[in-house]
Every structure is written in C-alpha cells, then in structure tokens.
C-alpha cells in the first residue's frame, strides 16, 4: 500500500481566507481522491483528480470553492476557499491501488472554521 | 434508499464474541467491496476486499459477499477491545475512475 502524508495536520481559520491542503504519496499513483467527513458523518466524495486532466467533482462541489491541483503522478492539492463555519470538516485525500479499487488514505487536515 | 446501507449501530460485543458486521447496496453491477476501519481521530483503514460470491478469511476477519441478495458482510472472530472502531463498507463498480460508495459505518465497541 501506498504512504499518504497530508500538510497541514490541522488548521484554525478565519472565516473569509482560504486554506490549501497537500497531499503527496511515496508512490506514482494514477487515481487520486479527495473526501470531506463531518464529524459522526461517514466520506463524502469532493472530487477525483487525474494527473494532465481536470479535476472530476461530485454534484454539490465546485472548483470556484474547492480548486484542485494535480501538477505529477505523486503531488495534489486541495484549496478549500473563501471558508465559512460550514467548512468545518476534516479533509482526506485518498490514492487508488494499481492493483484493484482498493483507496488508501492520508491521515487527513482537520480544518476548523471561526 | 442510500446505495450502501449500514446499521450506524452501536453493536456491543463481549471480548472474544464473533461481531457480525452487515451491509447492502443498491447498484447491481458493483464488482468491488471493501470494510475499513476507521478508529476515531483517525482515517479508515482497509481491513478486508472481496469480489466474488462467498467466503474470504484474514486473520480474526472473514468477509462474506452475496451479489444476488446484494449483501456484504464482515465478521470478526476473537473480538478485542481493541477491535472498538467505526467499521465502514464501501462498493465499486471497479477500477479506473468509478465512484467508491462508502456506507455511514457501524460503531463497534468490544467490552473487556
């Protein structure tokens, strides 16, 4: 399996600023994800991110909130903007196996929102 | 009805008691299926996948997969406390770009 770290750890924003959250795997991985999860809320899909193409994201997501960089195989980033409490969340990005559909985690970005 | 259903439980077991861990999902053509474990403050953990019909054992874990009645299930022998997690299901229609479906979890907690 893949190693997944994932900076900043966690973070206390203002409302209004915008937070950019890495992910970087020791590994080249084609399928890269990123997730929101509420507290006591299972994972909510944001978008999929494919080095050389355009971030993929799910209804009720959009790149003007969450841009999404994807520049090479082992480096994403998640840009949570113009943050509000609602906001408030922990932030996971995932990779895909390159053997299966099996995802692997990062430890995530608990984000707070004031 | 949501496309992968867990019980949010608690499920409480005694240690060393099998915990029977259960999910059903509504696409028809999912191919892939997987439990993670998910300890709180933390990020789930792949624990077990299936993807044919029947029995696959790990260890204490043994999944168990009905494609016809769309039924995934996950039992844990030997419970330990340290088996206490949030146990999630999750389904694909495989690789290479489909959505992972992941259910809301079961809270497991196991009593010494």
């Known amino acids: 399996s893949a190693v997944i770290s994932q900076k900043p750890s966690r973070d206390i924003c203002q409302r209004g600023t915008s937070l950019t959250i890495q992910c970087q795997v020791d590994?080249?991985?084609?399928?890269m994800f990123w997730y929101r999860q509420q507290p006591g809320q299972s994972l909510t899909l944001i978008a999929t991110a494919n080095q050389g193409s355009e971030a993929t994201y799910e209804s009720g997501f959009v790149i003007d909130k969450f841009p999404i960089s994807r520049p090479n195989l082992t480096f994403s980033t998640l840009t949570v903007s113009n943050m509000s409490p609602e906001d408030s969340s922990i932030y996971l990005c995932s990779v895909e196996s390159t053997s299966g559909a099996e995802q692997y985690f990062g430890p995530g970005t608990r984000l707070t929102v004031t | 009805q949501k496309e992968v259903e867990q019980n949010s439980g608690p499920l409480s077991v005694p240690e060393g008691a099998i915990a029977s861990l259960n999910c059903t999902y509504s696409d028809r053509v999912s191919q892939s299926f997987f439990w993670y474990r998910q300890y709180s403050g933390k990020s789930p953990e792949l624990i077990m996948s299936?993807?044919?019909?029947g029995d696959k054992e790990d260890g204490r874990f043994t999944a168990q997969l009905n494609k016809a009645s769309q039924y995934v299930s996950l039992l844990i022998r030997d419970s330990q406390p340290s088996d206490s997690a949030t146990y999630l299901c999750a389904v694909s229609r495989g690789t290479g770009g489909f959505k992972t479906i992941f259910g809301a979890g079961t809270r497991l907690f196991v009593k010494a």
């Open positions: 299936i993807y044919s019909n």
């Open positions: 590994s080249q991985v084609t399928m």
